[in-house]
Structures are given as C-alpha cells and as structure tokens.
C-alpha cells in the first residue's frame, strides 16, 4: 500500500462536483452523473456543454502514468478524420500552468481516434529552437508523433479502462517510452521515442490536462462521453 501512495501523484473519483477545492482549476463546470464527470456536445458543437475542462498541477516528474474509466453514449460517432476528439494531456516545466496545449514544447496526447487508442506528442513551440522539433514538420502550422492501436478497441455505452505510460527520453538519445492499453491489454509498446530535445534538459512532466474538444465541423451528432477514477502516478502499479 505505501509503495502505490508514493507512486500516485493524485486521484480522483468525481464523487461531487467540488473539484476546484481538489487542486484542479481552469474550468467553471462541473456536471456529475452517477459518481461519474459527464460532458455533453450539442450538434455542431466543438467544447461539451455539460462539463467544462479543466487541469490540475502535480510534483514534476520524468515519467507520468495516466488511468482513467471512459464510457462513450450509445451510438458514438466518430470524426471521420484522422483527428480529433482530443481527450486528455500531459505538459511540462518548460510552460506555464495557463499555457495552452496546442502549441507548446510539449504536449502529450491520449485520445479515442477511429475506435483506436491513440497516444500522440506535439512539440509545435519549439520550431524556433536551436536543436528544433523533436515531433517531425509543421504541416498546416502542426506537427506530431503519433501511436495508434493496431484495432480498434473502444465501444460504445460500456465502462473501459484506459491506461497510458510515457517516460522522457534520456537527453540526446531515442529511449523514451510510450505505451498503452485498453482494458488490461496492451495496444501501444514504444521504446525508441524522443519527447525532449537538448535545449531543454530539465523538463519534467507536471500538468494534467482533462479537455473533450472535437475541432470545427467535426463533431459527428450530439453525443455524450463520461470519465471515473483518474489516477495520475510515476509508474504503472
């Protein structure tokens, strides 16, 4: 029991809807339903209506490990992209607590694509840096590294359980770690990922982002996703 307290960074059951007295802030909403945070789109819509995002500030670290419960409504609809819905994210030391995900020196992402889990690195911020992009070019003003499971493994109107693991990368070499998995089984295995360059050697992990957002026109139909028990730790249990 001790050696979980001390891997566990914070959790979070989404009993009540009290969360800015937990830690987590940048959000104003805060629906729960059945023990569960709930976020609901409007047709046409691009942030949920029900539930706004939010973000919480944890102890810097080089490895992150993310668990949450997702159930998707009944009848889901997906982008009909190869982007998009975002879901959750983690930053880093080199920005801010209000700096936006979108474009920063780096950005995780974990998010249902298609039916697959997709684990994703975006570092669009540093392309003015000396060493420069760790994520591939910008096309259209973006860039990132991405990793799918194989299958798809989400279904609709069901709790899962999704997990997600990235380490950095020793400074200068390709051995960070990314991995994933869907219910207990693992979808996602990399160890060869560079998430950080040379300019910045002391990065660390220690933001958490939870921000549903399907980009302009992208969002299928009014549709529903609800999120239980996140955890964030140093290491899988």
Not at 4 to 21: I, M, P, R, V, Y
Not at 96 to 101: I, M, N, Q
Not at 196 to 207: A, T
Not at 229 to 237: I, K, Y
């Amino acid at each position: 029991m001790l050696l979980l307290l001390l891997q566990t960074l914070f959790s979070e059951d989404f009993e009540n809807d009290a969360l800015l007295k937990r830690g987590w802030y940048d959000g104003d909403r805060f629906k729960i339903v059945g023990g569960a945070l709930e976020y609901h789109w409007k047709a046409g819509g691009t942030t949920p209506d029900s539930s706004s995002g939010i973000r919480r500030l944890f102890e810097p670290s080089e490895t992150v490990y993310l668990r949450f419960k997702i159930k998707l409504s009944k009848g889901w609809g997906w982008s009909g992209r190869t982007y998009h819905p975002h879901l959750a994210h983690f930053m880093t030391t080199e920005n801010g607590r209000w700096h936006g995900p979108a474009a920063s020196h780096l950005t995780t992402y974990c998010e249902p694509q298609e039916g697959k889990l997709r684990l994703a690195l975006q570092d669009i911020q540093n392309k003015d840096a000396p060493s420069g992009l760790t994520q591939g070019p910008l096309k259209g003003g973006y860039n990132a590294t991405m990793f799918d499971s194989a299958e798809p493994v989400f279904k609709e109107d069901t709790w899962q359980v999704v997990e997600a693991y990235y380490a950095l990368n020793a400074v200068g070499k390709a051995d960070g770690v990314v991995r994933g998995w869907v219910d207990g089984v693992q979808v996602v295995d990399r160890t060869d990922v560079v998430l950080r360059s040379p300019d910045f050697p002391k990065m660390k992990f220690n933001q958490f982002l939870l921000t549903p957002y399907f980009g302009p026109g992208l969002l299928p139909k009014e549709q529903t996703l609800w999120i239980d028990d996140l955890s964030v730790g140093v290491r899988r249990p």
